[in-house]
């Protein structure tokens, strides 16, 4: 008798027969359908989702191309994306810090140069960085790390290929306008545009000093890059760095830099909420998509599902056996739809110049929406393989 | 066979009623919607969630290319006159002053108005951040701004150093109650009070201030315009007047009128900018996405009836009077859902307005072209349906 019970238990152990798996095999065609209903509403929560990172990162994308261990700004700029620098005097104060190996000025100006496009010869606002030439590279970006000794020869400038259409500077380009006067393009590098900026041009400070008439030297600062000798410590080189400037200026980590432009970007930034409402779309189709697939799919194997109550299974397995197919059945429309959405950010990335790219952390959002959806699904279908009376499905 | 036993009531069966068709597969329609409570509010709810998703998509298409227009929306003109320069509201460029009084000398023009923007950089007395603010600069006299709230307090931009805020301009400008000095450009100014218009796609924040401050603040000269607002004496006919304008004044500006310019600012933020891809194509899939549900309902609600659908072929319906129950069936479920989505949509409409101050309105415009679609997608998708309904044979079914 306890042999037989054992015996039973030993057979009705779950992991003998992959009921789930089974079920999810049993019709290809089923199960590509279940597949594909799923996997639309996973691209749909994908595209939202990107579109959302997209345009934080495109807001994002000159600050995370700085490229040293410390960054000073004035203490009361908001943005990085705003005038507001800080006299060139301070440079000297931070070479002189124990630790420091260089200090590299970056100027910027967002609203003050116009470029003529080639396309419609009209002038046009771009964004302007401006570099020294000779120092170590503040942007870490291909095209500008490794192309800034040609911007030595004056009237030269490097331009972003990936700047919006009508700029022009994607095409064949070797001479253009920039405040009116003439200059030389002697290379590209691939930034891309965000809310405020069309297009980017990088150019000397030397070029850059001669549009605001003030002798290069002269020219405040609107970042100073800082690099640390090697082995130092990031932290307390940033307590001396500060200790040693004004309070008027501020000292910041690559990381506290971006946290700062994300900061103003998720706080002021109309775009989040809207995307965010879209993935919730998503998930709630994706929601009703899968209950439908997997109610008719009990509804269809509601006399199998009988029959194994009727020979002893209970409840919880019936249950556990639902809800695995359905995780199953979501991990089967998530593939293909992940696939598909690297296809769909490329293309769509393209056209409207947005960094979407598939990234860990969307892959787990998304992911995790997609595995919810059916469980939830699974949950509020499985109510009715609870009420299945083997003596009444047949 | 007694009627009751299929369970579509008398009329259906009521040889009579072959003659009344269309009533007939009404009738049938509700009967199979009202017989099983559950699954149609299923259904429902389904279809409510696709037809507020168009809603929404198309509310975004709509109105994020129009948060351009709205400081336009807001002001008085019948011609815009513009350097030929301009890109968009807030990047201009500027054209002679002039032009203005040329344009002024043109017969049927009652007034030419310049108004002139300019960025400046805000912060507090006591420090902090120095933040973008949108300046410009006019004539109250002009009265070019169609606001009430500016209308009741131009009169204060008269004073020295006084400006006007928008009450949307974001809350790290810090209070903007009346009387609080701040600093713009390094000069010391007064908050003379708020009005309510939207920062539309002008920036963060903006400040109104006569021309006299204006010019004194940003060290800009009255010659060099941004823009020109023209307005119509009584009875003139605009199309005459621009017309000779554009006859008349150098070939370094360019005039709208008001179509124009909604069609040129649509296009800007639609074409330039990635705003029309991302929600044209949230759009697109809305619409997909509505298909899809609405055929699944209807496809699910045809496979679950085969037997009476078969059994009403055995006593000599045809498939047209079948297809009108299905189609019948689709509409009832689209509209059932028609009017709560559209409630609904009215109150997400509103949510969004005040999380992103978009200028999302809910017009008849919207309403008209979310119910042509919806229509159209409950007939493609009756129609989608329909093949399951044409293999209903009632020799198998049974």
């Known amino acids: ?293 997997i109610y008719t799919e009990l509804m269809d194997r509601l006399p199998q599902y009988a029959t194994l109550k009727g020979i002893g299974y209970g409840n919880g397995y019936l249950i556990g056996s639902v809800l695995r197919q359905a995780l199953l059945t979501g991990v089967a429309g998530y593939i293909p739809a992940w696939l598909l959405c690297l296809v769909v950010y490329k293309i769509v990335g393209d056209i409207a110049l947005l960094p979407l790219a598939m990234t860990l952390q969307l892959t787990l959002i998304s992911l995790g929406l997609t595995l919810g959806m059916c469980l939830l699904a699974a949950l509020l279908a499985v109510r009715r393989v609870i009420a299945a009376d083997p003596a009444e499905v047949f | 066979m007694p009627p009751h036993i299929i369970g579509f009531g008398d009329t259906a069966l009521d040889p009579g009623a072959m003659r009344r068709p269309l009533r007939v597969a009404a009738h049938l329609a509700w009967r199979i919607l009202v017989h099983e409570k559950g699954r149609s509010a299923l259904a429902l709810v389904g279809v409510f969630i696709a037809i507020l998703l168009v809603f929404i998509e198309l509310g975004f298409f709509i109105a994020v290319p129009q948060g351009g227009m ?126 309510h218009l939207g920062t539309g796609f002008l920036g963060i924040g903006v400040a109104l201030m006569d ?27 605009k199309d005459k007047v621009a017309a000779e304008l554009r006859q008349k004044l150098g070939n370094d500006v360019q005039l709208f009128d008001r179509a124009e310019l909604t069609a040129h600012e649509s296009a800007y933020w639609t074409l330039r900018t990635s705003v029309g891809l991302i929600f044209g194509s949230g759009l697109v899939v809305s619409l997909i996405v509505g298909l899809m549900v609405l055929y699944q309902t209807l496809a699910t609600q045809i496979a679950r009836h085969l037997p009476e659908f078969a059994t009403l072929k055995a006593i000599g319906y045809h498939d047209a009077s079948l297809a009108a129950v299905v189609t019948i069936e689709a509409m009832i479920i689209v509209f059932a859902a028609f009017i709560p989505a559209a409630v609904a949509a009215m109150a997400v409409y509103a949510l969004i307005r005040s999380q992103t101050l978009l200028p999302l309105a809910f017009g008849a415009t919207n309403l008209a072209l979310v119910l042509a679609a919806v229509v159209i997608m409950s007939v493609g998708s009756a129609v989608l349906s329909l093949s399951a309904l044409r293999r209903a044979d009632p020799a198998e079914i049974f």
């Open chain 1, 1 to 293: 008798m306890l042999g037989a019970l054992a015996l039973s238990r030993w057979h009705l152990a779950p992991s003998r027969v992959p009921l789930a798996w089974r079920n999810l095999v049993a019709d290809r065609w089923r199960l590509l359908r279940a597949g594909a209903g799923i996997a639309f509403a996973v691209l749909l929560m994908l595209v939202q989702l990107g579109f959302e990172r997209g345009f934080f990162t495109a807001s994002l994308n000159a600050v995370a191309m700085l490229d040293g261990d410390l960054f000073v700004i004035n203490a009361s700029k908001y943005r990085f994306g705003t005038r507001n620098p800080f006299a060139p005097g301070d440079l000297e104060t931070m070479r002189a810090v124990s630790g420091v190996a260089g200090v590299a000025p970056l100027y910027a100006d967002w609203m003050d140069f116009f470029w003529t496009s080639p396309v419609d010869n009209k002038p046009h606002l771009v964004r302007v960085f401006a570099v020294d030439p000779d120092a170590p590279p503040v942007f870490s970006l291909p095209g500008i790390a490794d192309q800034q000794a040609l911007l030595k020869t004056d009237d030269t400038v490097l331009i972003d290929s990936r700047a919006r259409h009508f700029l022009g500077m994607d095409g064949p380009i070797t001479e253009a306008k920039l405040f009116g006067a003439t200059v030389k393009v002697v290379g590209k590098f691939a930034l891309g545009p965000d809310f405020m900026s069309d297009g980017t041009v990088v150019t000397s400070a030397d070029t850059f000093a001669k549009y605001f008439r003030t002798p290069p030297a002269a020219l405040p600062v609107e970042t100073a890059v800082i690099r640390l000798k090697p082995g130092e410590d990031v932290a307390a080189a940033q307590r001396r760095v500060a200790a040693a400037l004004p309070p008027s200026l501020r000292v910041l980590t690559k990381s506290e830099i971006v946290a700062f432009e994300r900061d103003f970007q998720a706080k002021l930034s109309s775009a989040a909420p809207i995307f965010w409402l879209g993935t919730m779309v998503g998930f709630i189709v994706g929601t009703l998509i899968s209950y439908q697939i």
């Open chain 2, 211 to 237: 021309e006299a401050n204006f010019f004194r603040l940003t060290r800009r000269r009255p010659d060099s315009v941004n823009l020109g607002l023209i307005t119509l004496a009584p009875g003139a006919d």
């Open chain 2, 70 to 195: 709205l400081v336009y929306d807001h002001m008085r003109f019948d011609l815009l006159l513009v350097s030929t320069d301009y890109e968009f509201q807030a990047q201009p460029w500027q054209f002679p002053r002039a032009r203005l009084t040329d344009a002024a000398k043109v017969a049927g023009v009652a007034q030419a108005t310049p108004i002139y923007f300019a960025g400046g950089s805000w912060q507090d007395p006591n420090g902090g951040t120095r933040l973008d603010v949108f300046l410009i600069g006019y004539d109250p006299a002009a009265r070019p701004f169609a606001v009430e709230d500016i209308d009741r307090q131009s009169d204060r931009l008269g004073e020295a150093d006084m400006i006007l805020v928008d009450d949307m301009t974001r809350s790290i400008f810090g209070p903007l109650t009346v009387g609080r000095r701040v600093d713009i450009d390094d000069r010391r100014v007064t908050i003379g009070g708020t009005y």
